[in-house]
């Protein structure tokens, strides 16, 4: 699967931006889906994940917890990262992820449970 990652932007503190990846080569119907971010000179961060099957399986990380929000469109093989309230500790290259591996709950946040990335969307908040 291709996946391409767009909508970040320029916001001030407060503000709101909806990323969105839309995957090409295959559905996005199934395995497991994950947003990170990057900054400079840091690790991948993990942000959200999603699992496709088995119930409610949408996990975030605590930093975004209540502020941003998962959401998927299985017919247009697109899912979407509504972040609210954003803060300029948010201010980051935004990427989305994919495995067609349904991972266990635990293995949702690791960068290295996933083996499609997108091109990464810049997400710059001020103060």
């Known amino acids: 699967v291709q996946l391409q990652a767009f909508g970040g932007g320029l916001v001030q503190a407060g503000g709101s931006l909806r990323l969105s990846c839309a995957a090409s080569?295959?559905?996005?119907?199934?395995?497991?889906m994950g947003w990170f971010r990057q900054t400079p000179g840091k690790k991948r961060e993990f942000v959200a994940g999603?699992?496709?099957?088995?119930?409610?399986?949408?996990s975030y990380a605590d930093a975004v917890k209540g502020r941003f929000t998962f959401s998927r469109d299985n017919a247009k093989s697109t899912v979407y990262l509504q972040m609210n309230s954003l803060k300029p500790e948010d201010t980051a290259v935004h990427y989305c992820?994919?495995?067609?591996?349904?991972?266990?709950?635990?293995?949702?946040?690791?960068?290295?449970?996933?083996?499609?990335w997108g091109q990464g969307t810049q997400v710059t908040v001020s103060s």
């Open positions: 080569g295959r559905s996005l119907r199934s395995g497991t």
């Open positions: 999603f699992r496709w099957g088995g119930g409610t399986s949408t």
């Open positions: 992820a994919h495995t067609p591996a349904r991972r266990v709950l635990s293995a949702i946040p690791t960068h290295t449970s996933y083996n499609a």
